[in-house]
């Protein structure tokens, strides 16, 4: 068992039977009274975010998470297949852990996946990604990159919104974290 003085940002701490990684935390001493720690969680699965506060020298307990890079193979249907970069090792990720990661992941792309006693908790992706667009409506004359947007497809079959005047066959920059479109890519 750890107590308070180990907290650390990005700790993951087991609390009632989940984990939750610390955001954010303050060693706070009054004047008046014992020291306690106010502290800033994240559910590691839902991405809730909540407060909480420990009396100094509060017992508390950690979690071993291990992230590891993965290379993503394929989708078998079940899940989504990852090899591990240094062992050659697979493994199935469920679809629900996986979330809204599959939107931008393409085959043979590097991921960190994050474990815990062997099961995979979430996905990290690098912040931007270049993809495809596989389908989107032709551009008019007189579209120019000041105007609105339009939507496109690209390869993994996720919708986003672009300029209007980019065409289908364009390689674009596109925020993982957002899905929003950041720029066009030149080979």
Partial sequence: MASTADIKNGVVLSIDGQLWS???FQHVKPGKGGAFVRTKLKNVVSGKTVDRTYNAGAKIEIENVDRRDFTYLYND??????????????????????????NFMLENQAVTIALNNGNPLYIDLPASVVLEITYTEPGLQGDRSTGGTKPATVET????????????GTKVKV???????????ND
Wanted: charged share 25%.
């Fill in 77 to 102: 249907g079940d899940g989504f297949v990852f090899m591990d970069a240094t062992d050659y090792d697979q493994i199935t990720v469920s679809s629900t852990v996986v979330g809204d990661a599959a």
């Fill in 175 to 185: 925020d993982t974290r957002t899905g929003d479109y950041l720029g066009r890519v």
């Fill in 157 to 168: 079959g996720y919708e986003i919104q672009v300029p209007l005047f980019l065409e289908t």
């Fill in 22 to 24: 610390v955001i954010e």
